[in-house]
């Protein structure tokens, strides 16, 4: 792996890990009348595929990007993914406190991304 992608691919891996992993955790909410036993072990079955992303970008990642640094990329494409998430399938809005307090955990994230001091 070279060049552009190599920046590039534990970002592509860890969106879409992060969009297993929000159906995992949360789309479920949908479905209150599924048994919670049956709702774990789908939950399961998504995570899995999950790790399957994220173990890899981690992993590729790491060869161009500190641990510190892939873990905040991960949290704020958890967030990016989350808000869609949250307003087109569980019909949630993202309130001026959501949209705050994501905007700070954004800067953050600049501040570990910056050079540094």
Same mark, same amino acid.
């Given at each position: ?5 190599? =920046? ?9 890990? /992060?969009?297993? %992993? ?16 049956? #709702? ?5 079955? &998504?995570?899995? !595929?999950? *790790? %399957?992303?994220?173990?890899?970008? /981690?992993? +590729?990642?790491?060869?161009? *990007? ?5 873990? @905040? %990329?991960?949290?704020?494409? @958890? +967030?990016? !993914? ?6 087109? *399938?569980?019909?949630?809005? &993202? @309130? =001026? ?7 700070? !955990?954004?800067?953050?994230?600049? #501040? &570990? ?5």
């Amino acid at each position: 792996m070279h060049g552009l992608w190599l =920046w590039l691919a534990p970002v592509v891996l860890l969106s879409l890990s /992060n969009i297993f %992993m929000t159906f995992a955790w949360y789309g479920h909410l949908k479905f209150p009348h599924v048994a919670l036993w049956l #709702v774990i072990l789908i939950s399961w079955g &998504i995570a899995l !595929i999950e *790790y %399957m992303l994220a173990v890899p970008a /981690n992993r +590729l990642g790491h060869r161009v *990007y500190s641990a510190a640094e892939l873990k @905040t %990329m991960q949290e704020v494409i @958890t +967030l990016v !993914i989350f808000a869609g998430f949250s307003v087109l *399938y569980l019909k949630e809005p &993202i @309130t =001026w406190n959501h949209a705050l307090g994501f905007s700070l !955990i954004a800067a953050g994230a600049f #501040v &570990i991304f910056r050079a540094p001091l």
